[in-house]
């Protein structure tokens, strides 16, 4: 088995206006960066499009009539002050919220060992009835249900080292005991959530707030201090990763200062705790990242880890 890379071109065709940061060239150079040599042995597969049935395990299926709806027949229309759809940005949400499954199918399947889903838009600010923060349907929240659902594990992770918090990762499950959301992130920033004090009803929301300039240090203190022990306790049978690569140093959204390094460093933490309680099973989600020679470093880095590499 190897570790497996989904994407599909159709997630190019989401097109934002013009100096918006999450934009098609980010999956340009993603696909390039994994283009190299030493990725020649990754396994890769197109994402399918998700049926409405799998994104109503974690948004509704009037929710997702209206962003069908929502979808232009030209030009762009806004869903809020950063949220825009085009008329391939519907499939391409389709393929985001598919891909992430497939993955789930392809690794619990034992097909693969684990798995880089590289999609967009991206899904962490999805909340059950509201898109945001770029995102239309929360990609990572669906995969947790998924597996759930079609493959009977009790437990699942998520694990969210983007810079911004996951706050609609942490709204769908927040009274549900069987996922644990575990996040890093810079704090005061964009969406305003994440504080230490947000638990869920259940203890199993994990928020590790980083401050503005915080560097590599302080992030692998979170982890290893807060994160990881939480992680292990909970002793997930499938750990699902939101991978935003925007608290790299070069970003222009936010003011941490990891590099790409970290993201390796992180990445081989998780799967260490993957195969502790969940015979090694991970995937990966695409979140954010919009420097992009950072976000081609960064996610070769976290797909070499994934790699055993």
């Known amino acids: 088995m190897s570790t497996l890379f989904i994407t599909h071109p159709a997630c190019l065709n989401h097109?934002?206006?013009?100096?918006?940061?999450?934009?098609?060239?980010?999956?340009?150079?993603?696909?390039?960066?994994?283009?190299?040599?030493?990725?020649?042995?990754?396994?890769?597969?197109?994402?399918?499009?998700?049926?409405?049935?799998?994104?109503?395990?974690?948004?509704?299926?009037?929710?997702?009539?209206?962003?069908?709806?929502?979808s232009p027949q030209q030009g762009?229309?806004?869903?809020?002050?950063?949220?825009?759809?085009?008329?391939?940005s519907f499939e391409a949400a389709l393929r985001g919220a598919g891909g992430a499954m497939l993955a789930v199918d392809e690794v619990v399947g034992k097909m693969a060992t684990n798995a880089f889903v590289g999609v967009r838009p991206p899904g962490h600010h999805?909340?059950?009835?509201?898109?945001?923060?770029?995102?239309?349907?929360?990609?990572?929240?669906?995969?947790?249900?998924?597996?759930?659902?079609q493959h009977g594990l009790e437990r699942v992770a998520i694990v969210d080292f983007d810079?911004?918090?996951?706050?609609?990762?942490?709204?769908?499950?927040?009274?549900?005991?069987?996922?644990?959301?575990c996040s890093t992130h810079q704090?005061?920033?964009?969406?305003?959530?994440?504080?230490?004090?947000?638990?869920?009803k259940h203890n199993t929301i994990v928020n590790a707030p980083l401050r503005a300039g915080d560097g590599?240090?302080?992030?692998?203190?979170?982890?290893?201090?807060?994160?990881?022990?939480?992680?292990?306790?909970?002793?997930?049978?499938?750990?699902?990763i939101s991978a935003g690569f925007d608290a790299h140093r070069r970003d222009p959204l936010a003011?941490?200062?990891?590099?790409?390094?970290?993201?390796?460093?992180?990445?081989?933490?998780?799967?260490?705790?993957?195969?502790?309680?969940a015979q090694g099973r991970i995937v990966s989600v695409l979140e954010g990242g919009y420097d992009l020679e950072a976000l081609a470093q960064s996610a070769a880095a976290h797909v070499t880890a994934l790699m055993r590499g």
């Open 15 to 70: 097109l934002t206006p013009a100096g918006h940061p999450e934009r098609p060239d980010r999956l340009r150079v993603l696909g390039q960066a994994l283009e190299a040599e030493q990725f020649q042995h990754l396994a890769r597969m197109e994402a399918p499009a998700a049926p409405f049935e799998a994104i109503a395990l974690c948004h509704p299926l009037d929710y997702i009539k209206e962003i069908a709806a929502a």
């Open 76 to 88: 762009l229309v806004r869903l809020d002050a950063d949220t825009t759809m085009s008329p391939g």
């Open 126 to 149: 999805a909340e059950t009835t509201r898109p945001m923060g770029f995102c239309l349907f929360n990609n990572v929240a669906i995969a947790a249900r998924h597996a759930q659902k």
């Open 163 to 181: 810079v911004h918090h996951g706050n609609g990762s942490q709204e769908i499950f927040w009274s549900d005991p069987t996922v644990m959301y």
């Open 187 to 200: 704090m005061p920033l964009y969406p305003g959530t994440g504080a230490v004090s947000e638990r869920g």
């Open 216 to 240: 590599g240090e302080r992030f692998q203190e979170a982890f290893e201090q807060i994160i990881l022990p939480r992680l292990r306790d909970f002793r997930p049978e499938l750990i699902v």
């Open 255 to 277: 003011n941490l200062n990891l590099v790409d390094t970290d993201f390796g460093w992180v990445t081989r933490q998780v799967m260490q705790v993957a195969d502790m309680s």
